[in-house]
């Protein structure tokens, strides 16, 4: 008995050897890099992809805490599928996520080029172009309250008041106001040139077929209204879609500041600002 054992061990020992090596060899690692990313919360996590022969391939989900540092930024991939990957591709899942294909809502993409792809928001759209124009007044109560209500709009006409590229089904924008401390959102849309999709805080009249809101009734917990929006901050943000989240997210493109005392009444020009939108790369 004692002159099998340990031949057997020495076999036993190098099959696992070989195999492990075999791992290694069939495996390579994917580097993230990327900043600007905001914690999702407890319903949703980041996914990382990989476009191999025009099929995407997951390379594994990962969180973001609320300093903005990844879980994980090195994931084991498929050294054949990783060396023929032409495009990286960031999504944002459910948590609990039965679909095995990316959501809708894809953030950052690159192709790469070498062993590098750098990734920006591009997949979501062209907003080095975008513009934004919005008008106070309350139209809703026949402006009795102009400085309580917003509308991205132009006063002149009136005519359409935000220039925004089309956004794919996993994104929405969302149009906020916010006022010593406190977020109010005016409502999320699709189309630029309509109405958004709510109207909880404004009048019984008619209002502008814009985006924008009349903060006069149903005041949230530990506020009045009407509102006074001087000295506001105006924002439009792009949203995942779903969203889970009560606050704006990470992509804002267009804000203002508004005057205090606030001018009602005038087309006012927005400013565009790309700087909090996420970039990175991402290297194999």
């Known amino acids: 008995m004692k002159k099998n054992f340990f031949p057997l061990v020495l076999l036993t020992a190098l099959t696992i050897s070989c195999s492990s090596d075999d791992d290694a ?29 025009g099929t995407p391939v997951t390379t594994g989900t990962f969180t973001v805490n609320n300093a ?7 994931f084991d991939v498929d050294r054949a599928q990783l060396n023929n990957a032409t495009d990286f591709v960031l999504s944002i899942e459910p948590t609990n996520d039965p679909d095995p294909a990316p959501s809708n809502t894809k953030y950052l993409a690159g192709s790469f080029s070498g062993s590098t792809a750098s990734v ?9 172009t975008s513009t934004g124009k919005y008008l106070l007044g309350t139209p809703t109560n026949g402006n009795a309250n102009p400085n309580a209500g917003v509308w991205f709009m132009d006063g002149n006409g009136p005519s359409v008041g935000l ?39 404004s009048g019984m009249m008619p209002s502008p077929p814009f985006p924008g809101e009349d903060f006069l009734v149903n005041a949230p917990a ?33 804000s203002h500041n508004v005057a205090n005392p606030a001018v009602t009444g005038t087309t006012i020009n927005m400013e565009r600002s790309l700087l909090s939108f996420p970039t990175g790369t991402v290297s194999r």
Not at 41 to 46: A, L, Q, R, T
Not at 196 to 201: G, H, L, T
Request: hydrophobic share 40%; aromatic share 10%; charged share 10%.
């Open 25 to 53: 060899a069939s495996t390579a690692s994917l580097n993230l890099n990327l900043s600007g990313l905001e914690n999702l919360g407890p319903n949703f996590v980041y996914e990382g992809w990989i476009v191999v022969n």
């Open 68 to 74: 903005g540092a990844l879980s994980k930024t090195q």
């Open 120 to 128: 920006s928001t591009g997949i979501i759209g062209n907003f080095s």
């Open 163 to 201: 220039n925004l590229p089309t956004l794919d089904a996993g994104w929405k924008y969302e149009g906020w106001v916010v006022s010593n401390g406190t977020v109010l959102s005016t409502g999320a849309f699709t189309n630029p040139n309509g109405p958004d999709m709510s109207a909880i805080y």
């Open 222 to 254: 530990g506020l009045t209204f009407p509102a006074n929006l001087s000295g506001a901050t105006l924002v439009i943000s792009v949203e995942p879609f779903p969203d889970n989240s009560p606050m704006p997210f990470t992509l804002k493109p267009l």
